[in-house]
């Protein structure tokens, strides 16, 4: 953990050091912005480990932010929201954040959540480093470098959307609640809803699938959960 950093913006100056004070005692290195320009100009000098985002900023919205670390890597995106509105961490989700957190919420839940996403980030057990890549018709995943490829394309995935294509891909046809991804590969069943799982289901299809609204490798088993066919 010792050199993990975190860039966390947030625009309320009591939420931001409390959580700023959290995050130290746990070992992290913390950078705090207050506002969207703030975060981005940070954003551009050096990416952090981690970002812990709030959706709602002055100059700059965290989705905005989002859309931009996403267009230069897969940094990890931990969501901050006051708004309890379902659309809004879709949306966040859907631009690749990795997960999300409503206000008010405790600190040591959002500690938890940092943990979790950064293991997965960092190093997963799900894709051990003496794993073969997976060859199907059209569509190779490698654990090693993390890179899929459709067609012989490299396809840009988060690392959440990578963990899960890994998991599903090495279980083929076996069919998977949206619970048992939860456990798998968000490993905190407890805090997040199973409607993130639908939202980065529906984004794999679109990287991986020729035609998305007719889906040949992620299929959907109604009523129960998601299956790969190889």
């Known amino acids: 953990m010792s050199g993990t950093t975190i860039l966390l913006v947030e625009d309320e100056p009591s939420i931001a050091e409390v959580v700023s ?11 705090a912005a207050c506002d969207g320009e703030a975060a981005l100009s940070s954003l551009a000098r050096q990416l952090p480990d981690l970002v812990v985002l709030d959706l709602m900023l002055p100059k700059v919205s ?13 940094t990890p995106i ?16 859907e631009m690749g954040a990795d997960d999300y957190v409503v206000k008010p919420f405790s600190p040591q839940e959002l500690v938890s959540r940092v943990r979790a996403v950064l293991r997965r980030t960092q190093g997963s057990a799900s894709t051990p480093a003496g794993e073969q890549p997976l060859v199907f018709d059209r569509l ?15 396809k840009t995935l988060t690392a959440k959307e990578f963990e899960l294509l890994w998991m599903l891909a ?8 949206r619970v048992q991804l939860l456990d798998q590969v968000w490993g905190l069943t407890d805090y997040i809803d199973p ?18 609204s007719e889906p040949q490798r992620i299929l959907t088993v109604w009523g129960v959960g998601y299956r790969f066919e190889p």
């Open 21 to 31: 004070l959290y995050l130290t005692r746990a070992g992290y290195q913390v950078t």
């Open 62 to 74: 965290g989705l905005e932010i989002t859309r931009w670390l996403r267009q230069r890597g897969d």
């Open 78 to 93: 931990i969501m901050l929201t006051a708004r309890r509105d379902e659309a809004d961490r879709i949306a966040g989700l």
């Open 140 to 154: 190779t995943i490698d654990p090693r470098t993390r890179l899929v490829e459709v067609a012989g394309e490299e």
């Open 170 to 177: 090495r279980h083929p046809r076996q069919v998977f609640t």
């Open 195 to 212: 409607g993130t799982v639908t939202v980065h289901v529906r984004r794999l299809r679109e990287k991986i699938e020729a035609n998305p």
